[in-house]
C-alpha cells in the first residue's frame, strides 16, 4: 500500500504570498490531520479533518485554512505569508479518528 | 504545561547496545495514547510503538518497547541491539482520548547517535 503523499515537497514563497499544500492519504484512510514543525517552536496541530469535515483545529491564525475532498485528499492553505511560516508542514492520516496516525514525507516551506 | 516532557535532547548510543530514550506526559484525561515517533533528516515521521493507557503489558514491536510507568506518567522507549540506521530524531507524541480529537501532542525530540 503507499504511503502519505504530499506535494510539493518544497516550496519557497515571498512574504505576502498564499500558498496550497497538497496530501494525499494513505487508501482506505479517512482522517487527515496536518502539523507544522520548525526549530523553534517544534511539532504544532494545524487541523484534523474526517469525512470533509474539519474536527479539531490548533491555535493558529485564521490565515492558515484546510479542506478534505469526497476521496480523503486534503488541502491546506496558507494566506499573506509571514516569515514565521517558514516550517516543514506535515500531514498525517489514519483509518478512523482513533487510529494510530502515518505520515507523509512533509512539505518544507521557506518564505522569503 | 507541557504535555509532553522530553528531558534528553541528545543520546548517543554504541552499536549493538541498548538505549532508553525519555518521556514523560501530563494529562488529566483518563485514557489516553502514547506513541513514538522516528524522524531521519529525511523529515518524514515514522510511527514505532504505541501504549494505550488501559494496556496492562508494555507494548513491544521487534526491537522497541515502551516501558509504560502509569503511576510516574512516563513511557520510555527501549531501542535494543542498536543499528547505525537508528541515528535519528525521536518524538514521544499523546493523545487524549476522552476529547474524541485525534490531534497529537509532541515533545522536543531526542536526536539518538549510533556510534560504530
Known amino acids: 500500500k503507499a504511503g502519505v503523499t504530499q506535494t510539493p515537497r518544497y516550496l519557497i514563497k515571498t512574504r505576502g504570498q498564499q500558498v496550497t499544500l497538497s496530501c494525499s492519504p494513505i487508501?482506505?484512510?479517512?482522517?487527515v490531520s496536518w502539523y507544522q514543525q520548525t526549530p523553534g517552536q517544534g511539532l504544532q496541530f494545524l487541523f484534523e479533518y474526517f469525512s470533509e469535515t474539519q474536527r479539531n483545529k490548533g491555535n493558529f491564525p485564521g490565515r492558515f485554512s484546510g479542506r478534505q475532498f469526497s476521496n480523503s485528499r486534503s488541502e491546506m492553505n496558507v494566506s499573506t505569508l509571514e516569515l514565521g511560516d517558514s516550517a516543514l508542514y506535515l500531514c498525517?492520516?489514519?483509518?478512523?479518528?482513533?487510529?494510530?496516525?502515518?505520515f507523509g514525507p512533509g512539505t518544507r516551506l521557506t518564505v522569503l | 504545561a507541557q504535555k509532553i516532557t522530553q528531558t534528553q535532547p541528545g543520546m548517543f548510543v554504541q552499536e549493538k547496545e541498548a538505549v532508553t530514550l525519555d518521556c514523560t506526559y501530563d494529562?488529566?484525561?483518563?485514557?489516553?495514547?502514547l506513541f513514538w515517533y522516528k524522524q531521519p533528516s529525511s523529515g518524514e515521521m515514522i510511527f514505532l510503538i504505541y501504549q494505550g493507557s488501559y494496556d496492562q503489558q508494555n507494548a513491544t514491536e521487534g526491537r522497541y518497547s515502551l516501558n509504560f510507568q502509569k503511576a510516574r506518567k512516563s513511557a520510555n522507549l527501549v531501542i535494543s541491539a542498536s543499528q547505525l540506521g537508528d541515528s535519528a530524531m525521536y518524538f514521544c507524541a499523546m493523545r487524549e482520548e476522552q476529547t474524541g480529537a485525534n490531534n497529537l501532542f509532541f515533545g522536543t525530540g531526542t536526536r539518538l547517535t549510533v556510534i560504530p
Open positions: 498525517a492520516s489514519s483509518p478512523t479518528t482513533r487510529d494510530t496516525q502515518y
Open positions: 487508501s482506505g484512510h479517512r482522517s
Open positions: 494529562t488529566s484525561d483518563p485514557s489516553y495514547g
